[in-house]
């Protein structure tokens, strides 16, 4: 099992920055992947950032070059650093831990989110 809690989130002017944090425990070797979301009002769920075990990232095309995903070594924290921010990325975000169980099946691990608004 794994525990995930977010923090960090607040209200922020266009063109500012906020750091999130992504706080995970239990069993924290298992995790394979770390994943940002966010979910804006009237839409769907989407894919901000991903860090798996090896260290290799993806990010939304809406999110590059603003967007950061990064852990600390212990790999018990996962961040996503987000500068020159928009209206647009107003959202709750959600923190997910990804445990890949093999022969296709995997668990997720949600946090209950925070919250990140935008003033322009």
């Known amino acids: 099992q794994v525990h995930v809690v977010e923090s960090g989130g607040g209200l922020v002017q266009a063109g500012g920055s906020l750091r999130l944090s992504c706080a995970a425990s239990?069993?924290?070797?298992?995790?394979?992947?770390m994943e940002w979301y966010r979910q804006a009002p009237g839409k769907q769920r989407e894919l901000v950032a991903g860090?798996?075990?090896?260290?290799?990232?993806n990010y939304a095309d809406s999110v590059k070059g603003r967007f950061t995903i990064s852990r600390t070594n212990a790999r018990n924290t996962v961040y996503l650093q987000m500068n020159s921010l928009r209206a647009e990325d107003t959202a709750v975000y959600y923190c997910?831990?990804?445990?890949?169980?093999?022969?296709?099946?995997?668990?997720?691990?949600w946090g209950r989110g925070t919250q990140v608004t935008v003033s322009s």
């Open positions: 239990g069993s924290i070797a298992s995790i394979n992947v």
């Open positions: 997910n831990a990804v445990v890949l169980q093999g022969l296709g099946r995997k668990s997720d691990y």
């Open positions: 860090l798996t075990s090896g260290g290799s990232t």
